[in-house]
Structures are given as C-alpha cells and as structure tokens.
C-alpha cells in the first residue's frame, strides 16, 4: 500500500524556518511535490523535485526562500521553508507521480500527481 507522511508543521513567527517531510512507503516515486492550500482558496503548488531529469522547479511566491529535496535511501522529500511569512500560512500536502516529465506546466497541476499525503499545517505569525 502506497502511502505518503508528512511531518514538520507547526506554528512560527514571521522570519522563521521550517523543514517539512514526506516519507513514502509502498514504492519509489519519480517525481515528488509539494503543494498548500490556505483556507477558502484552491490547492497552489509550491515545488517538485524530478529524481531521473535531477531537476527542481519552484513557485514564484518561494522561490529564493524554499528549497525542495530528497533523500532517495530514506524514500524521502524534504521542503526547507525559509523566511516565513503569514502569506505562508496553509495546510502543505506532498505528492507524487511517476510520469518523467520536468516541465513546470505539467508538475505545477494538482491533476497530474497520482499519490498525496494528509496534510501538515504550517501557520506563520506576524
């Protein structure tokens, strides 16, 4: 059974930092993203990482401050999250997908990641 774990949320103040993972069971993924929902707005993508093109791609609204990673022998994403500001706040959802595709068109649409995790809050006061 396939299943995708976040953990790292958590309140912070404006200008602070946080780490958030997703660990994966089940099998591996070539792709892993990472998207935020803030409350009464759709679901945005934040940042995918493409293990076979080694390849990144970010937001705009982050990029510069957030940094998307993954360990392959812990089957795990990471999303460093710095400068935090209350724009950040929103419940974070990994995702994955196995298409081999690194164009940001593709891996920025909800619809195109086949596997999502829970959800972790991450709420930034000013």
């Known amino acids: 059974q396939v299943q995708l774990v976040e953990s790292g949320g958590g309140l912070v103040q404006a200008g602070d930092s946080l780490r958030l993972s997703c660990a994966a069971s089940?099998?591996?993924?070539?792709?892993m993203g990472w998207f935020r929902q803030a409350p009464g707005k759709e679901r945005e993508f934040v940042a995918a990482?493409?293990?076979?093109?080694?390849?990144?791609i970010y937001a705009d609204s982050v990029r510069g401050r957030f940094l998307i990673s993954r360990d392959n022998a812990k089957n795990t994403g990471y999303l460093q999250m710095n400068s935090l500001t209350p724009e950040d706040t929103a419940v974070y959802y990994c995702a994955a997908r196995d298409g081999t595709s690194s164009a940001y068109a593709t891996l920025s649409l909800v619809k195109n990641y086949d596997y999502w995790g829970q959800g972790t809050q991450v709420t930034v006061s000013s």
């Open positions: 089940g099998r591996t993924f070539i792709t």
């Open positions: 990482v493409n293990d076979r093109r080694s390849s990144t």
